[in-house]
Nanobody, 113 residues
Framework: QVRLVESGGGLVQPGGSLRLSCTAAGIIVSMSDMGWYRQAPGRQREMVALITNSGDTDYASSVKGRFTISKEKNRNILYLQMDSLKPEDTAIYYC???????WGQGIQVTVSS
């Protein structure tokens, strides 16, 4: 059974940084295709960043150059480093294991002064 638990969200001022973590059980993160997604109020869930089992990455155009997706092999964790945050980045962020389609419960990120 796959279990994904996000952490690291919260309230941050515009221009600030946060690092989200997704701790996994039941899969090996380093060998999995995974991603971060987000859903803002009144909007559909959208892809933010993807990373394949071989480490290739892809980003939504709205976050390219500001967000970085990575894996920590020894601790089985997926990260999303978010820099230069904007109010429009406010959303619930979810991690996902893309082969089985397993989702975490989501974590709130709010960017506001």
């Amino acid at each position: 059974q796959v279990r994904l638990v996000e952490s690291g969200g919260g309230l941050v001022q515009p221009g600030g940084s946060l690092r989200l973590s997704c701790t996994a059980a039941g899969i090996i993160v380093s060998m999995s295709d995974m991603g971060w997604y987000r859903q803002a109020p009144g909007r559909q869930r959208e892809m933010v960043a993807l990373i394949t089992n071989s480490g290739d990455t892809d980003y939504a155009s709205s976050v390219k150059g500001r967000f970085t997706i990575s894996k920590e092999k020894n601790r089985n964790i997926l990260y999303l480093q978010m820099d230069s945050l904007k109010p429009e980045d406010t959303a619930i962020y979810y991690c996902r294991e893309n082969f089985r389609g397993s989702w975490g419960q989501g974590i709130q990120v709010t960017v506001s002064s």
